[in-house]
């Protein structure tokens, strides 16, 4: 969870403070000497001064343990971060970069927390962060996350470019464009993933359960931030998708439930599957409309172990007939919302268990425009329960069939008779889906698997060429995610859940 909020560098404006307080307070100290002092007296008392200086000085150098450093600070606990950086200025054989030096001890710091939620952002990185979470960006549209040395995909957005190649929740990101993300935090890894609209970048995706990386080529786009979804769906029930939560995710949802109300809105499911999470002020803004006024969203624990409460504000109606649909790309925020309405409200959770994000982070610019986030606390639900790294386990648990799990195809690979790999055998679950059937599904191209290829192309108007490529690899995919939305046995499951809460 990103929580955004414009503070102040306090202990870096501090130490400036306090440095131009020493500095002007000295110089105030020789100007107000040399006017009460006499000119003879003042340059004895300044060559006595100086010989003493220089006999102390030479005294340390002659006898002395330990090397005299200056570093320019009272802060001992710097004083070996000082003296690193002047010996490789003064040692190193070639100029350092003296910017590039000191960001990277910053970033040194961060990454020593050892959090994958703490980052410290370049000017450009920070751009690119403030922008994710307010308006629109260009990129790919996916939220990733460092876990355990990798870059990881913890949802792709909806409707975005990496939802259409098929991207998927852990789904490690090895390279982009070639270039290895080992070692690299997620910010670092967003700057490369991110570009502008229309030029393209090729992932490597390492894919839990599959035995070699996939490259998935995907071309960027505008990725705007609309991130609520409403639709009736039979019955009097409405179906509202959050996909993340945006500083006007609250004004959106309240906006869409009042047009749903207004074509006969009895009950809602509210669809956080991939969600990956977002502001903490949305996040209790939309609980409060479906916990009852008083009862508590959410707790904050310090570092000190001192909690505060948050209760719902209660600006909406909890009255309303809810269900709530969870998924493991469900993170942070939306995770914050499904634990308040489930223990404060007595609401359903349908699904799967939920990612495990429970900490809370705060974003701090820096005069230059870079910037630095980093967790200040971890968050509770209203039982008091902390599900960082455990996630939420839904009432009733509701897999989707085994055809929604399976791996993306590279359309730039050719896949013809003869042809035996993982991406035949995953083309060949595809066709399967979908109604053609290939004769077999263990990942050899024979001539039924092309008699069924050809048969697909013929139906969908592609050249009947019997070949996997191209316009033909895309258009499978999409129609196997039309699949996917028909046969949602956890939407269908979460319908019938909540027609037993309407009677």
């Known amino acids: 969870m990103k929580v955004v909020k414009a503070l102040k560098d306090e202990k870096n404006d501090q130490a400036k403070v306090e440095e131009s307080i020493i500095e002007h307070g000295q110089e105030t100290e020789i100007k107000s000497g040399y006017i009460r002092l006499k000119k003879f007296h003042f340059i004895m008392l300044l060559f006595l001064v100086v010989f003493l200086s220089a006999g102390i000085t030479t005294f340390a150098l002659a006898f002395g343990d330990e ?94 470019p990496a939802e259409k190649a098929g991207l998927k929740p852990n789904d490690m990101i090895m390279s982009v464009n070639g270039k290895s993300l080992q070692g690299m935090n997620s910010t670092q890894a967003v700057t490369l993933i991110r570009g502008k609209k229309g030029t393209k970048v090729e992932l490597s995706i390492q894919r839990p359960g599959t035995d070699a990386p996939m490259t998935v080529p995907i071309i960027r786009d505008d990725i705007p931030i609309e991130t609520v979804y409403g639709e009736m769906v039979g019955d009097s029930i409405a179906k509202v998708q959050i996909t993340s939560f945006s500083s006007n995710t609250s004004k959106e949802l309240v906006k869409t ?15 956080l599957r991939q969600n990956p999470g977002g502001l903490l002020d949305q996040a209790i803004s939309i609980s409060s409309m479906f916990v009852p006024k008083g009862k508590l969203v959410l707790k904050v624990e310090d570092r000190n172990g001192k909690i505060k409460e948050y209760p719902s504000q209660n600006e909406g109606n909890p009255n309303l007939p809810l269900v709530v649909l969870i998924d493991k790309g469900s993170a942070s925020a939306s995770e914050i919302l499904a634990a308040a309405v489930k223990e404060s409200a007595g609401v359903k959770l349908i699904g799967e268990k939920s990612f495990g994000k429970g900490t809370v982070q705060t974003a701090s610019d820096f005069k230059d425009g870079s910037n630095l986030k980093f967790t200040t606390a971890k968050w509770l639900t209203p039982n008091g329960n902390w599900i960082h790294k455990k996630g939420i386990n839904p009432d009733v648990a509701v897999s989707l069939p085994e055809f929604a799990t399976l791996t993306i195809i590279n359309p730039d690979k050719e896949l013809k008779l003869t042809t035996s790999s993982t991406e035949v055998q995953t083309a060949q679950k595809m066709l399967k889906a979908i109604g053609y059937n290939p004769g077999r599904t263990d990942g050899f191209f024979d001539e039924k698997t092309k008699a069924a290829v050809t048969a697909f192309q013929k139906a969908n108007k592609l050249p009947a060429n019997g070949v996997l490529k191209g316009d033909s690899t895309m258009k499978l995919m999409e129609l196997l995610r039309d699949k996917i939305k028909t046969s949602d046995t956890q939407m269908q499951e979460a319908v019938k859940v909540l027609k037993g809460t309407m009677k």
């Open 67 to 160: 090397k005299v450093v200056t570093v320019g600070t009272e802060r001992p606990e710097f004083d070996k971060l000082y003296e690193a950086f002047d010996t490789l200025k003064s040692g190193y054989y070639k100029n350092i970069d003296q910017k590039k030096a000191i960001n990277g001890a910053i970033n040194g710091m961060v990454e020593s927390l050892d959090d994958p939620y703490s980052d410290y952002m370049s000017n450009e990185e920070a751009e690119s962060f403030h922008g994710s979470i307010s308006s629109s960006f260009q990129g790919i549209g996916a939220e990733i996350q460092e876990k355990d040395s990798h870059i990881v995909i913890v949802s792709p957005i909806k409707g975005s």
């Open 257 to 271: 439930l009042n047009e749903l109300n207004g074509k006969g809105m009895k009950g809602l499911v509210l669809d």
